[in-house]
């Protein structure tokens, strides 16, 4: 059994580093103009230290260790609490290195566990080189035998699966280009409009000719608030790169935080194909997992292994669809739309809204301005549904629900009754043959 852990001694200091980002976040400067700037700064450094006090206190008092198939996590000071994750539940362990982790040479653990309601144990921060080792351990123990882990393999085995430090790199498949990144964020709502947004302002500082500090710091970070999904869209795919590695997806990405994902292709329960509006005009578009076991109210969404492309042209999404669902040509999809007198309900979008089969997936098409596909593999279909609402009745259609275990799944909208229900009877019958043991 392997003794308890402490983190690495830095982590009270980033722990404190990132509440003081917080605080002077927090404050507003409505409160900096209440206050003035000497009680603001005092507050903030106040505020500081106690969030530094008690981050060193619970160093002190959280710990790990390996026991047999288990990690289990000490922590509390009043009250000592000891959380015992099964290892066999383990779907993953992520390496995650915030900014000033990479200064400071460490990085955090993040494990995902089966029907866990959120990232389970996050142990941050260790050492580069002790997560390196004990993340692979993890997933050696969580994937070898009962018997294996009852002593017929040392744990020093463990250790030298990996060289400390590395990370198996697999088998390349798409690394996404820096500057089609920048162009494609570029390409969005938020930076297309900002310089209007920019003249309105101008426009009304001139007219009344008025320029005081808090008018304008509440306008800079009215304006950093709009273009935070563009920039942090940049910073989290920043060297996007994936591997395939066996049966398992590798990503990695970042620029400030890099991160390390490890995404199960069994586990993955649908893909999504988007075309922004904008994108169209350079013929790109980004493509999106949906993945058991990961939970959708994960606060920081940044979290979730869901990205699979950030952008790229058709030709490189449907050679990476094809890995990841093989047999499925993305460019050669059957898709029909729904009966005319579907116009009723959707005037401007009946003809891009489709549904189809093929022998391995079903396929949902949906969007006027922003175009989307979702690709349901038949074994991983939970649920089908047929709804109707009052003016589909009336006009004799229906919409077909497909639910699958990550939650979103896919719909047909806007069918026929009749073809509703039988495209809902022969995806039971297909989901069923799917699942069947060979």
Do not use: C
């Not at 302002?201 to 320029?211: I, K, M, N, R």
């Amino acid at each position: 059994m392997q003794a308890r852990q402490r983190l690495h001694p830095l982590s009270p200091a980033l722990h404190g580093a990132k509440s003081l980002v917080v605080v002077i976040v927090g404050l507003s400067w409505s409160t900096l103009s209440r206050v003035g700037f000497g009680w603001f700064v005092a507050m903030v450094i106040v505020i500081a230290l106690g969030a530094t006090v008690l981050a060193l206190v619970s160093w002190y008092n959280t710990g790990y260790q390996v026991v047999g198939r288990e990690l289990r996590i000490h922590e509390g000071l009043l009250w000592r609490r000891t959380r015992a994750i099964p290892l066999e539940r383990l779907q993953a362990v992520e390496v995650v290195r915030p900014l000033l982790a990479q200064l400071t040479g460490l990085a955090e653990l993040r494990l995902e566990v089966v029907g866990g309601g959120k990232t389970e144990a996050p142990l941050a921060f260790l050492g580069v080189a002790e997560a390196a080792v004990l993340r692979q351990r993890l997933l050696t123990l969580a994937g070898r035998p009962a018997t294996a882990a009852q002593g017929t393999q040392p744990p020093e085995e463990a250790h030298a699966a990996v060289p400390v430090g590395a990370e198996p790199a697999g088998r390349p498949l798409h690394a996404v280009s820096n500057r089609d990144l920048l162009i494609s964020q570029l390409l969005t709502p938020q930076a297309f409009l900002l310089p209007f947004g920019v003249a309105f302002v101008a426009a009304q500082f001139l007219s009344e000719g008025t320029w005081s500090f808090i008018a304008v710091a509440s306008t800079l970070t009215a304006m950093a608030g709009i273009l935070l999904q563009p920039v942090r869209r940049v910073l989290d795919d920043w060297r996007f790169q994936l591997a395939r590695d066996d049966d398992r997806l590798r990503i990695r990405n970042g620029l400030l935080e890099t991160r390390v994902q490890t995404v199960p292709l069994h586990r993955v329960q649908t893909v999504g194909v988007t075309w922004p509006l904008l994108w169209r005009v350079k013929g790109w578009l980004r493509l999106r997992l949906e993945v058991a076991g990961y939970t959708a109210g994960e606060p920081d969404q940044r979290n979730r292994p869901d990205r699979l492309l950030p952008v790229g042209d058709l030709a490189t999404g449907a050679a990476i669809v094809a890995e990841v669902l093989p047999g499925v040509a993305l460019s050669a999809l059957p898709l029909s739309p729904p009966p005319a007198r579907a116009r009723w309900l959707s005037p401007l979008s009946r003809q891009v809204l489709g549904a189809g089969l093929t022998e391995q997936v079903f396929v949902a098409r949906s969007g006027l301005l922003t175009r989307q596909l979702t690709i349901v593999p038949y074994a991983r279909l939970q649920s089908v549904r047929v709804v109707q609402g009052p003016v589909q009745r009336l006009l004799r259609l229906a919409t077909v629900h497909v639910d699958t275990a990550g939650g979103a799944g896919a719909a047909a909208v806007d069918r026929d009754v009749a073809d509703a229900w039988a495209l809902a009877a022969e995806l039971t019958t297909r989901g069923h043959a799917a699942r069947r043991p060979a």
